[in-house]
């Protein structure tokens, strides 16, 4: 278990990013039981596969544009848009000018620490 749960501070600087997908970085920031909050760096072209997970989600655009397709609707987002995916919608996205994505989970992502 990462060790910065529950942690009141957290800086991100002192976070590493793990390599997730071709092009994806992923920075677990904070969490704890009941919330996650993931920041994610993706490269021009970079992929989040379709897929779903038993975890309310929403995603906030920092920066950058991406084409997100939420259960079976596809629609190009840009920073400051943000996406709501209920428990096992399937979404992915593909980056269309390199940028990062906060993503907000409930509960936690057990399979991210």
Same mark, same amino acid.
């Given at each position: 278990m990462k060790d910065w749960k529950d942690k009141v501070w957290n800086y991100n600087a002192d976070i590493e990013g793990e390599n997730c997908a071709p092009g994806v970085c992923r920075?677990?920031?904070?969490?704890?039981?009941? @919330?996650?909050?993931?920041?994610?760096?993706?490269?021009k072209g970079a992929v989040g596969a379709l897929h779903h997970h038993p975890h309310t989600q929403i995603t906030y655009v920092v920066s950058g544009q991406f084409e997100f397709e939420i259960d079976?609707?596809?629609?190009?987002?840009?920073?400051?848009?943000?996406? @709501?995916k209920k428990d096992s919608v399937e979404h992915g996205c593909v980056c269309l000018e390199a940028g990062i994505l906060l993503d907000i989970f409930s509960p936690m992502r057990e399979d991210f620490v």
């Amino acid at each position: 278990m990462k060790d910065w749960k529950d942690k009141v501070w957290n800086y991100n600087a002192d976070i590493e990013g793990e390599n997730c997908a071709p092009g994806v970085c992923r920075k677990v920031l904070s969490f704890t039981d009941e @919330l996650m909050c993931v920041e994610n760096h993706f490269e021009k072209g970079a992929v989040g596969a379709l897929h779903h997970h038993p975890h309310t989600q929403i995603t906030y655009v920092v920066s950058g544009q991406f084409e997100f397709e939420i259960d079976g609707v596809k629609k190009i987002v840009n920073p400051g848009d943000t996406m @709501l995916k209920k428990d096992s919608v399937e979404h992915g996205c593909v980056c269309l000018e390199a940028g990062i994505l906060l993503d907000i989970f409930s509960p936690m992502r057990e399979d991210f620490v």
